[in-house]
């Protein structure tokens, strides 16, 4: 017997192996983990650090509403030229002797405090609008951060698909390889038609496109998550990324994961947050109608250049009454009030939209669940199908043609398992991002194999 047939016969795994997982990290190598990887990804990219500041911005523009509640203390000076001689400080007797001097040279120093008394509610709604703003920027931060998180996750687990794919393509340009070896020396004794080694040698060149194609997906998907993180690519090479496990199945309904993303998910805490602030903005606008009532109080320096400094001081209260501004109060008014309608919405437009989402990606979940249970026996079948037909081919029983359709068939169906394995874990992701949960605990909790 050749002793390429009696390697084949002893070594039928190489034709129905699962495609090997990717090469895993040396001992010397800590793999990298998907919490890990989201973890980095979240300290790193720009939109995230943007977010962050945005968010450091909104606090800031809290602590100067609080500030602007206390008194107001300002300093002013001037030294003024005049064309004809000026009274040096104010006349407060008409005694000659009381009356201070004329100089074309004043020099002037006044402190100056303020506090406000009553602003018609003013203060009140700025802080409402403040706090509010800052908490949609906190909200944003969130969504920002689940949306980065489930970015990386679909990068991890597409390396993790695209690295099982290429193993497939790999596998069945090995099997071919052998098969086109085995046509060459049976067509060189003559004991088969030269047809034989032609459909081999085909079969074997889209094999091989098949296998650059996968090769060049893996590379994508590794450089995608590279970006993320913002690694080299070398950093993110399937062979280093930690294997998931399926996650279990969640227990609340279509119901209570709706309801959850309503009242938990950050896209909706953000529209929620500026409903609040618009309606903060049109309050603050109507207190502009009415009136407001200042403490005031004044610390004056006069000095004209050959005399000694006067001091003078002043103290009151100070009401201001709105009458008519041509129509500009209202016109804010009505400004405020429109953005209003519009956060709510927007408002009801997030909670249609986390709806939606949340049926769509329990759609996805069941659909890609059933494919993958019922596409990794069709693999197993196919996988021993091959196998026998391979056997067939060799006792003389069987056709090259039914062996090759089994090789491509096998590889084709493996690549699909693979794909709805990786559809179902996204689809929990998904979920979890609509209800705000994820986070690197999150995926470590969930996704991650204890060592």
Do not use: C
Request: hydrophobic content about 50%; glycine content about 6%; aromatic content about 4%.
């Amino acid at each position: 017997m050749p002793r390429w047939l009696l390697s084949l016969l002893l070594s039928p795994t190489l034709l129905h192996a699962y495609p090997a997982p990717p090469v895993p990290a040396s001992s010397e190598e800590t793999p990298l983990t998907l919490s890990a990887a989201v973890e980095r990804a979240l300290g790193r990219y720009p939109a995230v650090t943007a977010a962050r500041l945005r968010v450091a911005e909104a606090a800031e523009a809290t602590g100067e509403v609080a500030a602007s509640h206390g008194p107001i203390v300002k300093l002013n000076a001037s030294a003024l030229g005049y064309d004809d001689p000026m009274i040096t400080s104010p006349i407060h007797s008409f005694h000659p002797t009381e009356i201070p001097p004329f100089n074309d040279t004043l020099a002037q120093g006044s402190l100056n405090v303020t506090y406000t008394l009553f602003d018609s509610g003013a203060r009140r709604e700025r802080t409402r609008q403040a706090e509010a703003q800052a908490a949609a920027a906190g909200a944003a931060l969130s969504a920002t951060e689940q949306a980065i998180a489930a970015r990386v996750a679909a990068a991890y687990a597409g390396a993790l698909a695209r690295s099982e794919i290429f193993a497939a393509q790999q596998a069945r340009a090995e099997a071919l390889t052998l098969e086109l070896d085995r046509a060459r020396q049976l067509f060189a004794v003559g004991k088969a038609a030269e047809v034989e080694t032609l459909r081999a040698d085909a079969a074997l060149a889209a094999a091989e496109a098949e296998r650059t194609r996968a090769a060049s997906a893996l590379d994508s998907a590794e450089r995608d998550l590279a970006r993320l993180l913002s690694a080299a690519p070398e950093a993110t090479r399937a062979g280093r990324l930690a294997p998931w496990k399926t996650p279990a199945p969640r227990a609340e309904t279509r119901g209570e994961l709706q309801a959850l993303a309503v009242a938990a998910g950050p896209a909706v805490e953000q529209a929620r947050q500026q409903i609040l602030a618009a309606e903060a903005a049109r309050g603050l606008a109507r207190s502009a109608y009415f009136p407001k009532l200042d403490l005031v109080g004044a610390l004056q320096e006069f000095r004209e250049a050959e005399s000694s400094y006067v001091t003078d001081w002043n103290a009151g209260v100070q009401l201001v009454v709105p009458l008519w501004d041509g129509g500009q109060t209202g016109r804010r008014v009505a400004r405020a009030a429109a953005q209003r309608d519009t956060a709510t919405a927007l408002l009801a437009q997030s909670e249609l939209d986390a709806h939606e989402a949340v049926d769509r990606a329990l759609s996805t979940l069941a659909d890609a669940g059933a494919r993958a249970s019922a596409l990794g026996r069709a693999a197993d079948r196919l996988a021993e199908v091959a196998r026998v037909q391979r056997l067939l081919l060799e006792v003389g029983s069987g056709t090259q043609v039914d062996y090759l359709a089994a090789l491509a068939e096998l590889a084709a169906t493996r690549a699909s398992a693979t794909e709805s394995r990786t559809a179902v874990l996204l689809s929990h992701v998904e979920l979890a991002r609509l209800a705000g949960e994820l986070s690197p605990d999150w995926f470590r909790r969930t996704l991650e194999i204890a060592p």
